[in-house]
């Protein structure tokens, strides 16, 4: 089954930046992958995702223009660097895989089947 890994989460002050990296143990990250992440008494959001097909992305409005989802296949890694962070975006992050069937990723929650344990993400100073 595959399992997936996140990290790269801490405290940052507003403004700064993090980058966040989603692995797979034992398994190639051959997958859509999407970020996710949910803020305490707020529903899992997605955020970004990479297609498997060209690497199309998709940026929710709320991280577009802040936020950079890429792939690295040598180092079987998806990245989400995270800059300008803001106090809104404290949350716990975590990735998500598409079942193979589909190359395209979406934003939306339910079209993910495998999920990591999340890293938390802290904006405050």
């Known amino acids: 089954q595959l399992q997936l890994v996140e990290s790269g989460g801490g405290l940052v002050q507003p403004g700064g930046s993090l980058r966040l990296s989603c692995t797979a143990s034992?398994?190639?990250?051959?997958?859509?992958i999407g970020w996710f992440r949910q803020a305490p008494g707020k529903e899992r959001e997605g955020i970004s995702c990479i297609s498997n097909n060209d690497d199309t992305t998709y940026y929710a409005d709320s991280v577009k223009g802040r936020f950079t989802i890429s792939r690295d296949n040598a180092k079987n890694t998806v990245y989400l660097q995270m800059n300008s962070l803001k106090p809104g975006d404290t949350a716990v992050y975590y990735c998500?895989?598409?079942?193979?069937?589909?190359?395209?990723?979406?934003?939306?929650?339910?079209?993910?089947?495998?999920w990591g344990q999340g890293t938390q993400v802290t904006v405050s100073s």
């Open positions: 034992g398994f190639t990250l051959d997958y859509a």
């Open positions: 998500a895989a598409r079942n193979t069937l589909f190359r395209l990723c979406t934003l939306i929650r339910d079209g993910y089947d495998s």
